[in-house]
């Protein structure tokens, strides 16, 4: 029983196309995540959002656009993709816990690995 | 400065031996941290929440000194399947917010 899936797990487009990434979790988190890994394995966030809200968007090209329909679920499109968004992508999703100030630990979804041609 | 700095490695151990990870963080409002481990083409997976008193798990243990903001991860008793990259993770916490952050990660690569 899969906690966060994200699809699809390969994806390979030419330049200039369109394309989105899905993720739903089941672990009843309200806060979740895009993160990029690229070919030197540097996991870096791109996007957070909590009960839909966007909360981070870290110097991403507006190409990328994080999409929440509900807080089980966040979409990433990518318009006019590059080579250099050639990377795996992960979905993470985590609990906020606002008494103590803290997040429980991040789960992560089992990536989708981009290759632009 | 990076916000977390793990010595990227690799480090090539024998089986049997012990291995102490580093990480460093310059967030001083950092609430929470984490070891995570990422085999080759897989997701990150949480080894290990990092707590102030220390805490052990098997063969594992982390310790936390906020005075000099690192944290630390020290495996004994080398496993093959111990062969991975271990992520350092910091949340700061900071506008009601978290932002967790990686460090680049350390390979670890246990001979036989």
């Known amino acids: 029983d899969t906690a966060v899936s994200q699809t699809p797990k390969y994806l390979v487009t030419q330049m200039g196309n369109d394309k989105s990434i899905k993720c739903e979790q089941n672990?009843?988190?309200?806060?979740m995540y895009w993160y990029k890994q690229d070919s030197k394995k540097f996991l870096k966030i791109m996007f957070s959002?909590?009960?839909?809200?966007?909360?981070i968007n870290e110097t991403v090209p507006n190409r990328f656009s994080p999409k929440s329909p509900d807080k089980a679920h966040l979409n990433l499109h990518i318009n006019s993709l590059e080579l250099g968004d050639s990377a795996v992508y992960f979905c993470?999703?985590?609990?906020?816990?606002?008494?103590?100030?803290?997040?429980?630990?991040?789960?992560f979804g089992q990536g989708t690995r981009l290759t632009v041609v | 400065r990076k916000e977390v700095e793990q010595d990227p490695g690799p480090f090539n151990v024998p089986e049997g031996a012990t291995v102490a990870f580093n990480c460093t963080y310059s967030?001083?409002?950092?609430?929470?941290f984490f070891w995570y481990r990422q085999d080759c083409r897989k997701e990150p997976k949480l080894l290990m929440s990092?707590?102030?008193s220390g805490n052990e798990d098997g063969r594992f243990t982390a310790q936390l000194n906020r005075a000099s903001q690192y944290i630390s991860l020290l495996i004994r008793d080398s496993k093959l399947s111990d062969s991975a990259t271990y992520l350092c993770?910091?949340?700061?916490?900071?506008?009601?917010?978290?932002?967790?952050?990686f460090g680049i990660g350390t390979k670890l690569q246990v001979i036989p």
């Open positions: 993470a999703s985590s609990q906020h816990l606002p008494r103590i100030r803290l997040y429980t630990e991040a789960f």
């Open positions: 959002y909590n009960n839909k809200e966007l909360i």
């Open positions: 990092v707590y102030s």
């Open positions: 993770v910091v949340n700061p916490y900071s506008g009601g917010y978290q932002k967790v952050t």
């Open positions: 967030n001083s409002a950092s609430q929470s």
């Open positions: 672990l009843g988190h309200d806060t």
